[in-house]
């Protein structure tokens, strides 16, 4: 199943979105433009949709509030309202829709209030609140059916899908220094902080066979490097990774992943965040501490992992060399453009000049990327 369809009013810096998505999709726009915040309204549903102690309000307040979150150009509208459409296929007519809007109250505790919450499945409307008895108890619109597993059966699939959402923003200082640091972990670890703890908790050998299809990928991108294992630390108990290098005089010597380089830190993380997931993956900027020979393997890796296990990829970039691809179609960016009454989120391929220099053979990275580019660089310091 992927997310076909993203419908938005007033989320952020945005007043409207209304976009098809497909299965590998390229988010791209100036800094500040609302690349991470666009990614956020699916962690958002990923955060409601969850098991344990996850939900609305607890979605909410993480952000900071509906006054944080609610765009500040809406003017007088004050909902939030998010859809979303599930299909098997980009193109396919939607198997679910799922739809929620919220805002708070005007004074008092500014508790957060659905407006609506809606699920259609083959366009039959399965659920339409608010509905008689959340009338006579309106506190039962602090809360949607979607997080309640009372209230969910007949569109559990739908939670189920959005509790699988992951967010990748690998630091790799913090995969390096996590038992050092052993800081508070933020939920749903986005930085990779319990990655390590992550790679331990699952099968032994469905451990071994990712780390050796990771393993193959690095033999590409890192000179010299022979192997990847995961061990146990006897003395410590903690998980860690050993790399060893063909080039060392002594062949036994191995590396942890204190020594290892950024960019191979960055590529493990990613690779397996890939390889663990059968729902939508976001990624934030994959591009960072990699050479560009391996940022040019990153879309068509994308399309590969995709196929092998079914998965969706969002992908925030600012690299043209990510976006070079010739296989990349048009269809598959998102250009976002600040303007004053907020960022608009266009399809690259539906702006007519980008439709036609992509007909005449130009690369997207080439076509649209000059599109985020800021005005009156050329020969301007940023200092002054
Ligand atoms: N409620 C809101 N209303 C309007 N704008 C908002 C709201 N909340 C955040 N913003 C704006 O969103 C912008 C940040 O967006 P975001 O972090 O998604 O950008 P980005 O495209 O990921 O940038 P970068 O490329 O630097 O990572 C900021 O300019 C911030 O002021
Ligand atoms: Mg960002």
């Known amino acids: 199943m992927i997310i076909n369809r993203l419908i938005v009013k007033n989320w952020r810096n945005f007043q409207q979105i209304n976009v098809p998505l497909r299965e590998r999709q390229f988010i791209v726009g100036p800094n500040a433009s609302g690349k991470s915040n ?16 996850g939900g609305l309000q607890k979605a909410i307040s993480d952000r900071g509030g509906v006054f944080k979150i609610r765009c500040l150009s809406a003017r007088q509208d004050p909902e939030v309202a998010i859809e979303i459409h599930i299909a098997d296929t980009p193109d396919a007519p939607a198997t679910w829709r799922y739809g929620i809007g919220f805002h708070h109250e005007d004074h008092g505790h500014r508790q957060t209030y659905l407006t609506h919450e809606r699920v259609w499945r083959d366009g039959e409307l399965l659920l339409d609140r608010p509905d008689a008895d959340d009338n006579k108890d309106p506190d039962r619109l602090t809360q949607t059916a979607l997080e309640q597993i009372a209230t969910n059966a007949k569109f559990r699939e739908i939670a189920e ?101 950024d960019g191979m830190l960055r590529l493990i993380g990613l690779l397996w965040a890939l390889l663990e997931s059968d729902s939508l993956v976001l990624l934030e900027e994959p591009e960072l501490s990699l ?94």
């Open 291 to 384: 050479n560009i020979g391996i940022v040019s393997q990153l879309a068509p890796l994308f399309a590969r992992i995709r196929r092998i296990h079914r998965c969706q990829v969002f992908v925030s970039t600012h690299s043209s060399t990510l976006l070079t691809e010739p296989g990349i179609d048009g269809t598959e960016v998102l250009l976002l453009t600040p303007a004053k009454e907020g960022t608009s989120v266009k399809v690259s391929s539906d702006i007519e000049d980008i439709r036609i220099l992509l007909k005449n053979r130009f690369t997207v990275g080439e076509v649209v990327l000059s599109r985020t580019r800021p005005k009156d660089t050329a020969g301007v310091s940023l200092i002054q």
């Open 38 to 53: 666009l990614l956020d309204i699916f962690r958002f549903l990923r955060d409601i949709a969850k098991a344990e102690g």
């Open 161 to 261: 899908f959005l509790r699988k959402v992951s967010y990748l923003h690998l630091v790799p200082q913090l995969i390096r220094f996590a038992d050092s640091i052993q800081g508070k972990i933020i939920e749903d670890d986005p930085f990779g902080q319990g990655f390590l703890e992550r790679v331990a908790s699952v099968h032994p050998s469905t451990r071994r066979a990712r780390l050796k299809r990771i393993e193959r990928a690095l033999k590409i991108a890192v000179p010299q490097f022979e192997e990847l294992v995961f061990i146990r630390d006897k003395r410590t108990g903690y998980p860690h990774l050993q790399a060893r290098y063909s080039h060392w005089h002594l062949n036994e010597e191995w590396q942890r992943e204190d020594q290892f380089s």
